[in-house]
């Protein structure tokens, strides 16, 4: 009895000695807590005036109180179940067409013995990612000009009509998700092939003795390894589901396609920043944020009973 309550004094003193010289991690963190502090937590006080009548010269406080009256305004306004509907379907057209590629292309990397081919595939895949918005939506503006375009141009050649692509309802999802993956994959597949770098070498050495080929490494040793990964960036993804890029669909966006490119984002924008409408925008915001906590619950309840795996 007595040896195991010294080796508890013992330990309780190594845990406070610990800590105490823990000093220059907590001090490291520091600014990172302050940035959080200040531009993540510090703003959301700001949600307050959804539930009030905000007025710029009377400011947050002396507003008056309107309860649920802008939630009930935009649910029963004509614009709800377009701009719900038009959310919905482009995020899970992104989330079930986008999540594989990356995934695919780490794996295809994680196999490649050809160094330089290795090498050159990751740059040309994770070049995109670092242009500007901005510059990439222009790039589909020119490539897909209806006059000068280069994939008009072919389509003359080959003796079809030119297509407004831009200006068309039915290509802007396609448009907008499909950029997305040429713009993103290979900096996403960095998250998974830096899982990969975690698997035993010895078992790509007994799989290829027993004479495993490729697809069977990657199915019985690679994505077994990296499904906790696969469930944290799924999750995370899940997470931000209603959160549909807002300046990518607003730069794409032109008077002919609203009727798929207006989403939640768009609207928000508009009527807050354009029509100064704060209250009625910053309720619709957090509406959105709702939705997005209570599908990200749902869906990590889910993964938690088929996988074992989650987020919390």
Excluded: C
């Excluded at 003193?13 to 800590?19: A, E, G, S």
């Excluded at 713009?183 to 597949?189: L, R, V």
Aim: glycine share 6%; aromatic share 16%; proline share 3%.
């Amino acid at each position: 009895m007595g040896s195991k309550s010294a080796e508890k004094r013992m330990e309780r003193m190594q845990t406070r000695l610990f800590k105490k010289n823990e000093w220059q991690l907590y001090l490291f963190i520091l600014p990172v807590v302050v940035f959080f502090l200040i531009f993540h937590y510090a703003p959301m006080y700001g949600l307050v005036i959804a539930f009030k009548r905000y007025s710029i010269s009377k400011g947050i406080l002396e507003s008056p109180w309107v309860g649920l009256q802008y939630f009930k305004r935009f649910f029963d306004s004509s614009m709800f179940g377009e701009l719900l509907g038009n959310t919905l379907i482009l995020s899970f057209y992104q989330l079930l067409v986008f999540f594989p590629f990356p995934l695919v292309l780490a794996l295809i990397l994680n196999h490649l013995r050809h160094a330089r081919l290795n090498k050159f595939v990751q740059t040309i895949t994770y070049a995109p990612h670092f242009i500007s918005l901005v510059v990439m939506t222009g790039m589909l503006y020119l490539f897909f000009s209806p006059s000068s375009g280069i994939v008009n141009v072919i389509l003359t050649k080959l003796g079809r009509d030119s297509v407004y692509f831009m200006g068309k309802e039915s290509w802007f999802r396609h448009l907008f998700v499909f950029s997305h993956i040429w713009q993103h994959s290979g900096y996403q597949a960095i998250i998974f092939l830096a899982a990969l770098t975690a698997v035993d070498p010895t078992h790509y050495e007994a799989a290829t003795i027993d004479g495993a080929t490729k697809l069977q490494k990657i199915w019985y040793i690679d994505i077994p390894a990296i499904t906790p990964t696969i469930v944290t960036v799924l999750l995370l993804q899940v997470g931000r589901m209603m959160n549909v890029d807002t300046q990518k669909a607003l730069l794409m966006q032109t008077a002919t396609n609203l009727g798929t490119s207006e989403i939640i984002g768009t609207y928000v924008y508009r009527i807050g920043l354009v029509d100064a409408q704060f209250s009625y925008s910053t309720a619709i915001n957090l509406f959105q944020t709702i939705v997005n906590l209570l599908i990200l619950i749902f869906v990590n309840q889910i993964s938690k009973k088929l996988t074992k795996e989650s987020l919390w």
